[in-house]
């Protein structure tokens, strides 16, 4: 079975500023999907942002950008100028049925 | 849509007992997940129905542990009898298709304690 790897189980940011969450994951595939969700202490899981394997370019979503490495099979999420309101647990996910244990953000006012 | 519903969102047993866990999909969704999060494994899932039909299984850890499908706008998740490691929050979650691309709704999730 595939792995994923979130190896910062906790981070914090100033608000305002930009913080980057690791992910690295093990597969054999050339074409895949892999997903960053946020979980807030409401426990709601919520997609975040998603990348196809195969396109180069990284996937953007407002504040949230992702800087995929094929090659080092890295996918890590930037988040900036962020807000009190990102606070929360995000995973990473491969194929969707794959998720990684977990980075908790804490946002410092 | 009201989004993914479960049922309920807090439950607290004895060991031994019977507990059913309660999920509504979004309507017209395919595909439909079971996952259990605790915070020594992380989301694991347990198994997925594609047309309200089981197609991998291989997450449910015992036999204790059994899933149904009877339509498409419900599924439960049955444990019997429960134990105390059992206790975690289990999320159901629904996916319009294509299964390894699609984006996953979740519910709330259930907190299971088990006594």
């Known amino acids: 079975a595939q792995t994923v790897t979130q190896s910062q189980p906790e981070m914090s940011v100033q608000e305002a500023e930009t913080v980057t969450l690791s992910c690295t994951y093990d597969t054999s595939e050339s074409d895949y999907y892999l997903f960053w969700y946020k979980q807030p202490p409401s426990r709601q899981m919520i997609l975040v942002i998603r990348q196809e394997a195969y396109k180069q370019q990284n996937a953007t979503e407002n504040r949230f950008s992702v800087n995929f490495q094929k090659a080092a099979k890295s996918f890590s999420l930037k988040i900036s100028d962020s807000q009190l309101g990102d606070a929360a647990m995000y995973f990473c996910a491969y194929n969707q049925f794959y998720f990684g244990t977990g980075t908790s953000l804490t946002v410092i006012p | 849509d009201a989004g993914v519903i479960q049922s309920p969102r807090h439950e607290v047993t004895e060991m031994g007992q019977e507990v059913t866990l309660r999920c509504k999909p979004i309507?017209?969704?395919?595909?439909l997940f079971w996952y259990r999060q605790t915070m020594m494994r992380g989301l694991e899932l347990l198994i997925y129905f594609n047309n309200n039909v089981p197609i991998d299984d291989s997450g449910m850890p015992e036999d204790r542990f059994s899933a149904k499908m009877p339509n498409a706008s419900f599924s439960t998740l049955k444990i019997q009898p429960s134990e105390p490691r059992d206790s975690a929050v289990y999320f159901c979650?629904?996916?319009?298709?294509?299964?390894?691309?699609?984006?996953?709704?979740f519910g709330p999730g259930t907190r299971l304690t088990v006594l």
């Open positions: 979650a629904s996916s319009l298709d294509w299964l390894i691309a699609d984006t996953q709704y």
């Open positions: 309507s017209g969704h395919d595909y």
